[in-house]
């Protein structure tokens, strides 16, 4: 996959989570920081195959390239055009450099 600057048109914020543990040692989440809002391109695909039929998808996958961050993780969220999209994978950098970061996600949809 080839990327260049001038194709990171998208506008995302990275969340983490707030947490804090109670009395019992359970992690309570208390909302959201925003890490960063990054230019990124975002490539949505959704394929779920069995036994050679298309079954109905339930959720839209994403792959997102952002410039190359080293702070992102597995339990941070994307917030994008509205949608919340889930780290599906942890970060990786493309092609083995440190140029860009690739971001597997997915945005679970609701029945309507």
Do not use: C, F
């Not at 925003?34 to 230019?39: D, H, P, S, T, Y």
């Not at 994307?78 to 919340?84: D, E, I, Q, V």
């Amino acid at each position: 996959m080839y990327v260049s600057l001038s194709e990171l048109r998208h506008r995302i914020r990275i969340l983490r989570p707030l947490t804090t543990v109670d009395e019992e040692g359970n992690l309570i989440e208390q909302g959201w920081t925003e890490i960063a809002a990054v230019w990124a391109k975002v490539l949505p695909y959704a394929t779920k195959i069995s036994d050679g039929y298309a079954e109905k998808v339930d959720e839209v996958s994403y792959r997102v390239v952002i410039r190359y961050r080293e702070d992102i993780q597995v339990t941070d969220v994307l917030r994008w055009l509205g949608k919340t999209l889930v780290l599906s994978a942890p970060p990786y950098g493309m092609d083995g450099l440190r140029k860009y970061t690739v971001i597997e996600a997915r945005e679970l949809v609701e029945d309507g």
